[in-house]
């Protein structure tokens, strides 16, 4: 179980890590007086460079940099945001452990957020909406900006699952006001857990480091007095940032490697009846981790995924909102605790499993069929790697032809 970064690991990610081992530069604030950046503001340089985001932060995790972000722009008790009903848990987590309510809202066919069901769920206590580009694919950012700008709307990009990707030539990350990143072991790039957070605004940079350092001022210049922010303790250590500072002056060639292996493997699979791939708003911006079958029916979708060994995307565990009990029951550390407890900010809305029909429906009738992440839990449990041979995509995409054509026998 792991995602494409964690297979191109090598040399080079073990050279970084053992120079800083070898100076004993394990902590993001450097100990001597190199004039040489620490490995942390390395990557966050190359990485601001990379996408074209003014500021960036490395963090310990992308729930982290949700976190942050929102913390950073002000969103908290009272505000509601408008998250989308396929995500994984930790984008609600972070909007939960702000105090703010999450509002859920339809994905459409390309299983990324719906900007007509956004629009017909803001309501005056809408604070921000928050992009989820699931599965490598990107979201419908214009859209959900022009959405985001007509209300005044704060727009933040969930870009865990799409480092690299892009849409329309911008940067993922960087058409909202920021962009979380996840480095886990199940991303395109990977330092074995951290996170990235790209913010447009020098005032929210200010802020978000703050908040990830105890209240310092940008590498820590000084403490931060302009706000006083109690902050937490959210920072990238040097080892990590070693492994990703690897990882991203490579990831041109993972997503070149990915790409080229999904069209083989669509190529392969070629016309099914009954069955299409899922519409991808940017197919050029496309991480291609994934190759989604969408079924016309369910039955057939659970059918075909039991043959193949895997599971349809509605039970791709905490990724579908009806497989969240802490969300459904609304649970949170102590009763009383925002949102759901806190009689100053009280909010009727509930998360009863079935609720989005048109999420349900569409994850119901999909099968994703990994290209670069091989775990059970997401759906990605049958298909290929970044470094299948053709023999082997031949014989997946023979598997799922042979599936499909039983189902549609049987039927």
């Not at 190199?34 to 729930?63: D, K, Q, Y």
């Given at each position: 179980?792991?995602?494409?970064?964690?297979?191109?690991?090598?040399?080079?990610?073990?050279?970084?890590?053992?120079?800083?081992?070898d100076?004993w530069?394990?902590?993001?604030?450097?100990?001597?007086?190199?004039?040489?950046?620490?490995?942390?503001?390395?990557?966050?340089?190359?990485?601001?460079?990379?996408?074209?985001?003014?500021?960036?932060?490395?963090?310990?995790?992308?729930?982290?940099?949700?976190?942050?972000?929102?913390?950073?722009?002000?969103?908290?008790?009272?505000?509601?945001?408008?998250v989308?009903?396929?995500?994984?848990?930790?984008?609600?987590?972070?909007?939960?452990?702000?105090?703010?309510?999450?509002?859920?809202?339809?994905?459409?066919?390309?299983?990324?957020?719906?900007?007509?069901?956004?629009?017909?769920?803001?309501?005056?206590?809408?604070?921000?909406?928050?992009?989820?580009?699931?599965?490598?694919?990107?979201?419908?950012?214009?859209?959900?900006?022009?959405?985001?700008?007509?209300?005044?709307?704060?727009?933040?990009e969930?870009?865990?699952?799409?480092?690299?990707?892009?849409?329309?030539?911008?940067?993922?990350?960087?058409?909202?006001?920021?962009?979380?990143?996840?480095?886990?072991?199940?991303?395109?790039?990977?330092?074995g857990?951290?996170?990235?957070?790209?913010?447009?605004?020098?005032?929210?940079?200010?802020?978000?480091?703050?908040?990830?350092?105890?209240?310092?001022?940008?590498?820590?210049?000084?403490?931060?007095?302009?706000?006083?922010?109690?902050?937490?303790?959210?920072?990238?250590?040097?080892?990590?940032?070693?492994?990703?500072?690897g990882?991203?002056?490579?990831?041109?060639?993972?997503?070149?490697?990915?790409?080229?292996?999904?069209?083989?493997?669509?190529?392969?699979?070629?016309?099914?009846?009954?069955?299409?791939?899922?519409?991808?708003?940017?197919?050029?911006?496309?991480?291609?981790?994934?190759?989604?079958?969408?079924?016309?029916?369910?039955?057939?979708?659970?059918?075909?995924?039991?043959?193949?060994?895997?599971?349809?995307?509605?039970?791709?565990?905490?990724?579908?909102?009806?497989?969240?009990?802490?969300?459904?029951?609304?649970?949170?550390?102590?009763?009383?605790?925002?949102?759901?407890?806190?009689?100053?900010?009280?909010?009727?809305?509930?998360?009863?499993?079935?609720?989005?029909?048109?999420?349900?429906?569409?994850?119901?009738?999909?099968?994703g069929?990994?290209?670069?992440?091989?775990?059970?839990?997401?759906?990605?449990?049958?298909?290929?790697?970044?470094?299948?041979?053709?023999t082997?995509?031949?014989?997946?995409?023979?598997?799922?032809?042979?599936?499909?054509?039983?189902?549609?026998?049987?039927?």
């Open positions: 179980m792991s995602g494409p970064g964690y297979l191109f690991l090598g040399d080079e990610e073990r050279a970084l890590v053992q120079r800083a081992l100076e530069q394990i902590n993001r604030y450097r100990s001597d007086d190199s004039p040489e950046p620490s490995m942390v503001r390395a990557l966050e340089l190359e990485f601001a460079a990379r996408t074209g985001s003014p500021h960036v932060l490395a963090v310990n995790s992308c729930t982290s940099a949700l976190l942050t972000a929102l913390a950073a722009l002000g969103v908290g008790p009272g505000d509601e945001v408008i989308p009903g396929y995500t994984f848990i930790a984008t609600i987590a972070a909007v939960v452990h702000r105090g703010a309510v999450p509002v859920l809202a339809e994905v459409d066919d390309t299983l990324t957020l719906d900007p007509v069901d956004v629009r017909a769920r803001i309501t005056p206590a809408t604070r921000a909406v928050i992009a989820v580009h699931m599965l490598g694919a990107p979201a419908a950012l214009d859209e959900l900006r022009a959405v985001a700008d007509e209300y005044g709307l704060l727009l933040i969930d870009v865990a699952q799409a480092a690299g990707g892009t849409h329309r030539g911008r940067a993922l990350g960087t058409v909202g006001d920021a962009g979380a990143f996840s480095l886990n072991l199940f991303k395109v790039i990977t330092s857990d951290g996170g990235l957070l790209t913010l447009a605004d020098d005032t929210a940079y200010e802020r978000a480091f703050a908040f990830h350092d105890h209240g310092m001022r940008p590498l820590r210049q000084g403490i931060a007095e302009a706000d006083s922010l109690f902050g937490l303790n959210l920072r990238m250590h040097e080892l990590s940032a070693a492994v990703a500072l990882q991203l002056r490579k990831i041109d060639h993972i997503l070149g490697a990915l790409r080229a292996q999904k069209t083989a493997l669509s190529e392969a699979i070629g016309e099914l009846p009954g069955v299409a791939p899922a519409r991808v708003t940017d197919p050029d911006g496309d991480c291609a981790t994934f190759l989604v079958l969408r079924f016309d029916s369910a039955v057939a979708a659970r059918d075909v995924a039991v043959r193949l060994g895997t599971s349809t995307l509605i039970d791709s565990g905490r990724h579908y909102y009806g497989n969240m009990p802490q969300l459904t029951g609304r649970r949170t550390p102590a009763p009383s605790d925002h949102p759901f407890g806190c009689p100053a900010h009280p909010t009727e809305h509930s998360y009863a499993p079935r609720s989005l029909p048109r999420t349900d429906d569409l994850l119901a009738r999909s099968v069929l990994s290209v670069g992440v091989s775990d059970a839990y997401i759906g990605g449990g049958f298909g290929i790697t970044p470094f299948s041979p053709r082997e995509i031949e014989a997946v995409a023979g598997a799922v032809r042979s599936a499909v054509e039983e189902v549609v026998a049987r039927t």
